[in-house]
C-alpha cells in the first residue's frame, strides 16, 4: 500500500522525474551531435555509421523489450539509478573510444550500453510519471515528454559549443556523463518507493521478484492494452518518421536543399514541444478520446499536404501540423494504461514496449521501403497507420472500476 505524500515529498519527486526525462534527451543528443567528429576521428565511412546505429538500436529495443524483467527484479525506482549509471558509463566509452582508443570496437560496446541503458530507462521512467499523473489526479504526462524535448534542445546546443570549439569527443562525453551520473543520485534520493511502480518494500514481507514479474507481464494478456499499442503505434511511427524522414523528404523530394530541410523539422519539433507544453488542460477538459480523434486528422491532413504541397509554404503548413498531429498520442496512450493504479506499472511498461519498438524500428523500415518507391510516396504508409490511430482511440476512454482512483478524462 502507497503512504501519503506531503506537497513537498510529491513536488520534490515529480522535479526528479522531470529531470530525468531532461537527462535523457541531453545524453541521446550529445551522441548524435558528435556523430561527424567520430567519423572523422574513427576514419570511418557511411556505411559504418550506419552499423553503429544498428547496434544501438538494437541495443535500446534489448532495453525496452527486457524493463518488465528489470523493473520486476528491482523496482523502478533502483532500475532507473542503475541505468543512469549505465548509460553514462557507455557515453563515456564513446568518448574514449573515438578520441583516446580510435577503437570501432570500444565505441560499438559504448553504443550497446548507451542504448540498453536509454531503452530501458525510457519505459521506467514513463512508468513513474503515470504514478506522478495518477497522484496528480490531471493530465501533465505530456510535459514530462516536452522536457525530454528540452533536453535534446540543450544536448544539441552543448554538442554545437563543443563542436566549434574543437572539444574533444572524450573530454565533451565525459563532463555529460559526470552530470548525468550526479543527477542519478540526487534525483533518486527524491523519488518515493511506489508499489505503482513495482519498487519492493523496505521492510516487512515483500512478494518474490518471479511474483512481481508475473504481474508486469500481466497487461500483456489484455486485448485493451493490444488497443492502445495501436493509438501509440500510429503516433510513433509519425514521431520516428518525422525525426529521420522530413528534412531529407524537404531537401531531396521537395528540392528545397538542406537548410530547408533544417528549418522545417524545426518547424515540427517546436509545433510538437508547444502541445505537449499546453495540451494537458484540453485533455482534462474535453477528455482524452477526442483530443486524440482531433489530432489525428491534423497529422492525418498535416502528412498529406507535407507529400502533395505544390510549394513550399504548404510544405512548412504541414509540417506544422505534422507536429501537432502527433504531439500527444504516446504520453496519452500511457496514461490511458495508468488509469487502474493497481496495475499501471505493468500497462503502461506494455504500451511504452509497443511504443517505442515502433519509434525505433519504425524509421527503418520506411527506409527501406523508401528505395522502391521514393520517399514521399512512403509516407502515405504513416497517413495509414496515424488513421488506425485516430480509430483506435476509442481504447483511451478512462477505465470505470472501483480499484481506479485516478480523475483524469
Not at 1 to 16: G, I, P
Not at 241 to 258: F, I, Q
Not at 329 to 339: C, E, T, V
Request: overall charge neutral; aromatic content about 8%.
Amino acid at each position: 500500500m502507497d503512504s501519503a505524500l506531503t506537497r513537498s515529498q510529491y513536488v520534490r519527486w515529480r522535479n526528479a522525474i522531470f529531470a530525468i526525462f531532461l537527462a535523457s534527451g541531453v545524453s541521446i543528443a550529445t551522441w548524435a551531435s558528435r556523430v561527424p567528429d567520430i567519423k572523422i576521428a574513427l576514419g570511418i565511412d557511411n556505411a559504418q555509421i550506419g552499423l553503429l546505429l544498428l547496434g544501438m538500436g538494437i541495443a535500446s529495443i534489448l532495453g525496452i523489450s527486457t524493463s518488465p524483467a528489470v523493473m520486476a527484479r528491482t523496482g523502478a525506482r533502483r532500475g532507473m539509478l542503475s541505468l543512469m549509471i549505465t548509460l553514462a558509463i557507455g557515453l563515456v566509452l564513446i568518448g574514449v573510444g573515438t578520441t583516446v582508443f580510435a577503437s570501432f570496437p570500444v565505441v560499438i560496446i559504448g553504443l550497446a550500453l548507451f542504448g540498453y541503458g536509454n531503452g530501458c530507462l525510457d519505459v521506467m521512467m514513463n512508468v513513474e510519471a503515470t504514478a506522478i499523473e495518477q497522484e496528480a489526479g490531471k493530465t501533465i504526462l505530456p510535459l514530462f515528454h516536452a522536457f525530454f524535448s528540452f533536453g535534446t534542445v540543450i544536448g544539441a546546443g552543448l554538442g554545437w559549443f563543443a563542436a566549434t570549439t574543437h572539444l574533444t569527443v572524450a573530454f565533451h562525453a565525459t563532463v555529460v556523463a559526470a552530470l548525468i551520473f550526479v543527477a542519478a543520485f540526487v534525483c533518486i534520493a527524491n523519488v518515493p518507493n511506489r508499489d505503482a511502480t513495482l519498487d519492493p518494500a523496505e521492510s516487512g514481507e515483500k512478494p518474490h521478484w518471479r511474483e512481481r514479474m508475473h504481474v508486469a507481464l500481466s497487461a500483456w494478456r489484455e486485448p485493451r492494452t493490444y488497443a492502445l499499442g495501436v493509438v501509440m503505434l500510429g503516433m510513433a511511427f509519425a514521431e520516428g518518421g518525422a525525426n529521420d524522414w522530413l528534412a531529407l523528404g524537404v531537401s531531396e523530394d521537395h528540392g528545397a536543399g538542406a537548410a530547408m530541410g533544417a528549418a522545417a523539422l524545426t518547424v515540427f519539433s517546436v509545433a510538437m514541444t508547444t502541445v505537449r507544453i499546453f495540451g494537458g488542460p484540453l485533455v482534462d477538459r474535453f477528455g482524452r478520446v477526442l483530443v486524440l480523434r482531433i489530432l489525428a486528422v491534423a497529422a492525418t491532413g498535416g502528412i498529406l499536404l507535407f507529400i502533395l504541397a505544390p510549394t513550399l509554404p504548404l510544405v512548412f503548413v504541414g509540417a506544422a501540423l505534422w507536429g501537432v498531429g502527433a504531439s500527444l498520442g504516446f504520453p496519452l496512450g500511457m496514461s490511458a494504461a495508468a488509469d487502474d493504479p493497481a496495475k499501471a506499472a505493468a500497462r503502461v511498461s506494455a504500451a511504452a514496449t509497443i511504443g517505442y519498438v515502433a519509434f525505433l524500428g519504425g524509421p527503418p523500415i520506411l527506409g527501406l521501403i523508401s528505395e522502391h518507391i521514393g520517399l514521399l510516396n512512403t509516407l502515405f504508409i504513416l497517413v495509414a497507420l496515424v488513421a488506425a490511430s485516430g480509430f483506435a482511440s476509442g481504447a483511451a476512454r478512462p477505465l470505470k472500476n472501483a480499484n481506479a482512483e485516478s480523475t483524469t478524462k
